[in-house]
């Protein structure tokens, strides 16, 4: 699919200041987005937004397809009448940029509870004006669980029997509820019902969330760019419902081959994520069904889909159970090109961007290109090594997205602050004829925009000149992650806005 040139920032909704510890679908996301309009900005790229498990990570989730319950804006609810003002007086003193997961995740949830416990209720201790919205949202609440079902009955099943036993994994549940024999888990089904009632409460108000959010973006011309990881949590709903579609032991159900990458410029034993990696002969027996399920979704509610660790569709690094490092790993073969075909059958041809960063063999690029993706260019990559340097911005193609840096890099300043002599003595050489004078921030970002890339994705940390301490990720490292948040909405003023789109209009963006 052909993209047309723009530009547009990256920012997960945790990011977002609020009054409740994390950043919700609330005011302050619909004042992100019109920050982006004036700044004449039309992406927002987020992360995955399923609901987070070990590490709090949005690559490690208990779904593919649901949304996370700790993105819910409460003042949201309170519009709904299902919380009140009064319901948040004993707020904690949160940190300003940070969340404090451990602290945040009981106070949202009690809040949740509340809002769930005046739904069940249907308003009755309110004005009977409000009676009728109660019933029309109830109604809407009926048709989001049928429409569905698919998906939502396994997840609100899983939720339930994780949080029953919250310390071990599915496969080490009862026998009969880990192989899903079906007179076991009807009886889990009444025994579980209002649990599993409040995640399907959860998951109807974040999506009815995110869709009114989508829309108020859509209307501003601004679209959106969902992440699909290409991996899933061990411990999560689509391997319990789907064992068949992955690689595990077939009498344990543990991990029998693990996902992750061999090592690189980000670690020198590779990153062994621990995710099984796929059964590719059953899916392909299946006609990738699983897949293409998880694309159609997605796709219902974001404009513009990443597919992250593209690498793996053409070729995937698998470790054996047991491996504490990813070195002793192999190469082994994916379908990509058979999946990818299946995909534009059922489909049509979707608008997927691929991130191709790490070893990239030809082969990769051939399936890259066969279909058209855009792959990423990233110019923290650019200055350590020569002119052929696949970063730099001459050897850049007009089909990839330009990055200064992404959710995994350090910030610009923090990542100048940290450069070799080696990288800062040919930026200074490449940057002739840039503007002088400006902040390294600022010298990237013009780089980006100046590019022929047809997208450009600039992390909201690097447009607000953040240095170290602002950092999302370092791979590698399974805990102290994703918790960076901005503190004020008054952040985002119209002195950068103006900064922003002077560039961006610069540059044709």
């Given at each position: ?15 977002l ?9 609330g ?9 982006l ?14 609901p987070?498990?070990y590490?709090?990570s ?33 707020i904690?003193?949160f ?22 416990d ?46 029953q ?24 089904q009444?025994e579980?019902?209002d ?6 409460f ?12 989508k829309k108020?973006?859509?209307d501003?011309?601004?679209?959106i760019?969902g ?23 077939p009498?344990t ?29 059953y ?41 504490e ?10 379908p ?56 730099l911005?001459h ?13 995994d890099?350090?910030?610009a ?13 040919l ?17 990237l970002?013009?780089?980006?925009l100046a ?9 909201l ?26 503190s ?11 900064r ?10």
């Open positions: 699919m052909a993209f047309q040139r723009a530009s547009g920032i990256l920012l997960h909704p945790t990011s200041p609020s009054k409740f510890g994390i950043g919700d679908l005011e302050t996301a619909y004042q992100f987005i019109e920050f309009s004036r700044s004449g900005q039309k992406l927002w790229q987020v992360l995955p937004l399923g987070t498990g590490g709090n949005p690559y490690m989730s208990y779904s593919a397809i649901a949304g996370n319950p700790y993105l819910i804006s409460p003042e949201l609810l309170e519009k709904q009448y299902l919380l009140k003002e009064t319901d948040w007086e004993d904690p003193d940190a300003l940029e940070n969340v404090d997961f451990e602290v945040v995740i009981p106070y949202k949830r009690q809040l949740l509870e509340l809002a769930y005046r739904f069940k209720r249907g308003y009755e201790d309110q004005d009977p004006q409000n009676h009728h919205d109660m019933y029309l949202l109830q109604e809407k609440f009926k048709r989001f669980c049928q429409e569905e079902s698919e998906w939502l009955e396994d997840y609100v099943l899983f939720m339930a029997l994780h949080e036993n919250p310390e071990i994994t599915w496969n080490k549940w009862e026998p009969a509820i880990a192989q899903r024999q079906p007179q076991a888990l009807q009886q889990k009444v579980l019902a649990q599993i009632g409040f995640h399907r959860l998951q109807f108000i974040f999506f009815d969330q995110w869709l009114t959010l108020y973006a859509n501003r011309q601004i679209k760019i992440d699909i990881p290409i991996y899933v949590s061990h411990h999560s709903a689509d391997v319990w419902a789907n064992p068949d579609n992955f690689s595990l032991d009498e159900y543990e991990v029998a081959l693990m996902a992750g990458v061999p090592p690189d410029y980000f670690s020198a034993t590779g990153q062994l994520w621990g995710n099984p990696v796929y059964n590719w002969e899916l392909q027996e299946t006609e990738f069904c699983w897949w293409i399920d998880r694309f159609r979704f997605l796709n219902r509610y974001v404009d513009i889909i990443r597919i992250d660790h593209f690498r793996g569709f053409e070729a995937f690094w698998q470790v054996p159970a047991g491996e490092t990813a070195i002793n790993g192999e190469w082994q073969l994916a990509g090109t058979e999946l990818f075909n299946k995909l534009n059958e059922v489909m049509g041809e979707l608008p997927i961007l691929a991130e191709d960063l790490g070893i990239i063999t030809p082969e990769v690029e051939k399936l890259r290109d066969d279909f058209a993706f855009p792959g990423m260019r990233v110019l923290m990559f650019a200055f350590g090594g020569g002119s052929d340097n696949f970063h911005p050897n850049y193609v007009r089909n990839s997205v330009v990055y200064t840096g992404t959710h890099n350090d910030t300043v923090g990542w100048w602050q940290r450069a070799s002599k080696y990288e800062k003595n930026f200074y050489r490449y940057i002739v004829g840039f503007a002088t004078g400006e902040p390294i921030n600022w010298v970002i013009r780089m980006a590019s022929v890339s047809v997208i450009a994705i600039l992390p940390q690097d447009v607000l000149g953040l240095d170290n301490s602002a950092r999302m990720n370092v791979p590698g490292t399974a805990t102290g992650n994703w918790s960076w948040r901005y004020d909405p008054n952040l985002l003023n119209q002195d950068l806005s103006d922003l789109i002077e560039v961006t209009q610069l540059y044709s963006r």
